[in-house]
């Protein structure tokens, strides 16, 4: 008896314990929520992402479809033409017809108020077929036709070698500019000491908040008396200046280098542009080329500036004014509209890309406080 009792207690503080250990290893409900949210949030980032670039997908639809069927009701959201069939010389239109409780595509030989005649595609040879009722409500049929053309004759029509060389030069000339100007000043904002230092960044930052249309005037106006309207001066000159939001990306990314590695470089004997050169821009290419992109997609979309300047010399003008002024003319192909966009758009996405790991980056360390 005792030794039956050893064995169910035995037994009793194993099966108890086989018990614990199945509760521990249940998901605890904390664990469960946790991957609900997370499941929640990231449907909801795909929702909002499918719908932020459905507008894309929409204008590359329509950059490969045909005027003829863009201006079509019914016609499908896809690139096609209306489905045709050879027949005796002579070019049917085929529609879906139903018959005998499914659905065929026939071509329509003679059209009807109350009846009308198709001929089978898959077979030419056989009877016609009488089916009854009006061919007017009948479904068209379609096949896949994009339109690859429209790009080369977007090409040719506004002359997009020429726009996008003026484009690339005056987005590559005024980065180049940014880049040196808002590295110095950002510079000795973050690591020079000088009286009202603080004043004028304050001041710096403030002209953020100055509307651009408050300066247009004065702005031509200086130009004008200049005589650069009507060169590449008013749009490359100014962004050899700095700009506010740059300057300081700029500078709260320096401020995260430790002086300590300027006060070394100094031991060596390095001035003040040897450090910069030699010990902060190698640690701060993230900024840099997240300044660089900044400035290249916002030259490359500006059009209000070269609107202003520009409109007397078409030859000069770069891609945002000459696609607004072609589609001004070709407002009627709405296809050919959309390809010259997409063309445009190529090279700012694909610089974007390739560089996004350091862009997000310099992005980032920015933001952190000092």
């Known amino acids: 008896m ?3 009792a050893g064995l169910r207690d035995a037994g009793g503080s194993v099966s108890g314990l086989l018990r614990r250990r199945g509760r521990t290893d249940r998901r605890p409900p904390r664990e469960r929520g946790d991957r609900t949210r997370s499941f929640l949030v990231t449907f909801i980032a795909i929702v909002a992402l499918a719908a932020f670039l459905s507008p894309l997908a929409r204008a590359a639809m329509f950059a490969i479809k045909d005027t003829n069927q863009i201006s079509q009701p019914g016609s499908p959201v896809y690139p096609a033409d209306p489905a045709t ?4 010389g002579e070019l049917l239109d085929i529609y879906s017809v139903p018959l005998d409780g499914g659905t065929r595509e026939l071509a329509l030989l003679k059209p009807g108020r109350t009846e009308s005649t198709f001929v089978d595609p898959a077979n030419p ?17 379609w ?4 339109r690859w053309e429209n790009f080369a004759e977007v090409w040719e029509l506004i002359d997009y070698p020429r726009l996008l060389f003026n484009t690339f030069a005056i987005a590559l000339i005024g980065t180049i500019g940014t880049i040196l100007s808002c590295t110095l000043v950002a510079y000795g904002f973050a690591r020079f000491r000088f009286p009202g230092r603080g004043l ?3 001041l710096l930052i403030a002209t953020i908040f100055l509307p651009y249309a408050v300066t247009i005037i004065p702005t031509y106006t200086l130009f004008v008396e200049l005589g650069w309207v009507g060169t590449w001066l008013p749009l490359l000159v100014p962004a050899f200046f700095a700009n506010a939001y740059d300057v300081f990306l700029m500078r709260q990314y320096f401020m995260t280098i430790p002086t300590e590695m300027d006060e070394a470089a100094a031991i060596d004997g390095a ?7 030699s010990v902060i821009l190698p640690q701060a290419w993230p900024v840099v080329i997240a300044v660089a992109i900044f400035h290249l997609v916002y030259s490359w979309n500006d059009f209000f500036g070269p609107l202003i300047y520009l409109s007397s010399k078409p030859e000069l003008q770069p891609l945002a004014v000459g696609l607004a002024r072609f589609n001004g003319v070709h407002y009627r192909d709405p296809g050919l509209i959309q390809a010259g966009t997409l063309m445009t758009m190529i090279i700012p996405i694909a610089a974007f890309l390739l560089t996004q790991r350091f862009f997000t980056r310099g992005i ?4 952190v406080e000092k």
Request: net charge negative.
């Open 85 to 88: 069939f050879e027949y005796e």
């Open 271 to 277: 001035g003040p542009f040897r450090t910069l050169v």
């Open 125 to 141: 040879v056989a009877q016609p077929i009488v089916w009854q009722g009006s061919w007017r409500t009948l479904t068209p049929a």
């Open 364 to 367: 980032v360390i920015t933001g």
């Open 143 to 146: 096949v896949f036709a994009p």
């Open 200 to 202: 004028l960044f304050t």
């Open 2 to 4: 005792a030794v039956d």
